[in-house]
């Protein structure tokens, strides 16, 4: 039996039995837009940032230099805090880009402003196009629609260390902003889903991790707007792959509780052992960052063959790819875990 | 009498150092004024009261009691109170802190684990030069070299920015100033290997033990 790409990455989401296990790279926070491939295919950041047509055409050539089964929009983790008012410096070709600087000081400075409006201009706008040329030129290639989560937003669009202290100073006004972060996250998986014919929804929260938080705050904080927005997507009726970045530890158990159809962690985590400790987990991950950057090639295959043998559900980096990742390191993950289906 | 004295100043001294772990800045600034209306020696009650208070939250976040927000908050408290207490200190001491300059690396924004770092190693004792966030591998050197540095700490949380650290220790070793410089590097996707590759003197998982490892390299500073 075989699968459409689409159709395996759809089945992993929702535990039927597939031939072997999908490897994807949603884009977002975990982009594979490496120098190698922008040089190759022409098509460059940052100007791939602000074009629906090159950031469809970095996309694609992604996927066929990677061998990575999914296109993935967009290429880095800016826009949604761009939407809100933050400066962003777009950054180089090998520099993603980053927040120049944060719109407001403190939670209680935050204008609410409205959300459906937001979403229809700007970068937004470029990536809903994005996806919707690369859902209608490839039917049968899911197209992974990668948002930053609702804290790692908020921490980008308020003075980050003044955020963290709020949350215990000035819960209610951080709650109230989480909120409208979180209803612009909405407004944008709407867009992707909707208009542009996304296959899934994946958001990486790394300013939320429980490392940060510690358990109390991330139950209030991070679990239940993540769990807000993974509502609205199954609502829409599309899957939610949530990463969660850090050493879960004393969070390990809320990770686990957040209504997502997969968990993908960073490379320290032993995903079998998550798996054997919560079952009804799809997991996914995590082929060291670090691995892929310095190879060599037979570790990278190696360490691809042991998450497929060990019952990985979704094959996938753990963390950001570095943009000087070499290809052939890459492709000895996706080649590795291909072969599995030989 | 002196005794009695002895004892409200000690007191004073615990209750600085609980308004810091309890992360109440108001109480703070309250008991560091009462420490100068009363003419106790103002460098004793930092260091006995503040940075004691510090050492406590740092073994919390180590015991992962406290976070990232409590740790925030109670430096603030702790700040509060220095900036009282400061302008006091009758000896003068400064001079002979070690220096550290501090910064997250070209292409990387996020400072808040740099931040930690400062912070911890600052109420440890050290003087701290931060250079902020996004800067460039030249710069590091430039300021170590300007304000006679012990150690250069660098921060990234992205891996695509790690390449520049290892610049760091290259300009280092181009200028012929390696010797000079102790070298310690820290953030998410960093690892001891990777500290080890570039030739890094060490690296640290966590703001404390980022300071256990300055006073692993460099000579414990006086107030420590």
Known sequence: MSYTQQERLLRALSKQNVDRPPVICTGGMMNAAIVDVMRRSGFTLPAAHTDSGLMAGLAAAVREATGFENFGVPFCMTTEAELLGSDVDLGTLECEPKIAREKFPTVSAVEFRDVRRLIRDGRAAVIVSAARRLAAAHPGVPVIGSLTGPVSTAASVVDPLTFYKELRRAPDAAHRFLAHVTALLKEFCTALLTDGGATAIAVGDPSATGEILGPAMFEQFAARYLNELAAHVHALGAPFILHICGDLKRVKHLAAAIHCDALSTDAMINLPALKREFPHLTTMGNVSTFALEWGPVPKLATIARNLVRDGVDIISPACGLSTATCLANIRAVTDAVKEGAA | ?224
């Open chain 2, 1 to 224: 009498m002196s005794n009695s004295i002895n004892n409200e100043e000690t007191q004073l001294h615990a209750a600085l150092a609980d308004d810091v772990v309890a992360m109440d800045e108001t109480n703070s600034v309250g008991h560091a004024n009462e420490i100068v209306a009363r003419q106790f020696d103002a460098y004793t009650a930092i260091d006995q009261g503040l940075v004691e208070g510090m050492n406590r939250v740092g073994k919390l976040f180590e015991q992962e009691e406290y976070f990232i927000p409590e740790l925030l908050l109670s430096s603030d408290a702790m700040y509060a109170a220095l900036d009282v207490l400061k302008p006091h200190i009758r000896r003068a001491d400064g001079d002979q802190k070690p220096k550290v300059v501090f910064g997250v690396v070209e292409g990387d924004t996020h400072d808040i684990g740099k931040n930690l770092v400062k912070i911890m190693a600052d109420s440890s004792g050290y003087e701290v030069i931060d250079l902020g966030r996004d800067v460039p591998p030249q710069k590091f050197v430039d300021e170590a070299v300007a304000v006679g540095a012990s150690c250069i700490a660098i921060s990234t949380l992205m891996t695509t920015t790690m390449d520049a650290m290892a610049e760091v220790v290259t300009i280092l070793q181009k200028l012929k100033l390696r010797e000079k410089f102790k070298v310690i590097v820290g953030g998410g996707p960093i690892s001891p290997a990777f500290a080890e590759k570039i030739g890094a003197d060490g690296y640290a998982p966590s703001a404390p033990t980022a300071v256990k490892l300055l006073n692993k390299l460099l000579a414990p500073p006086a107030s420590a």
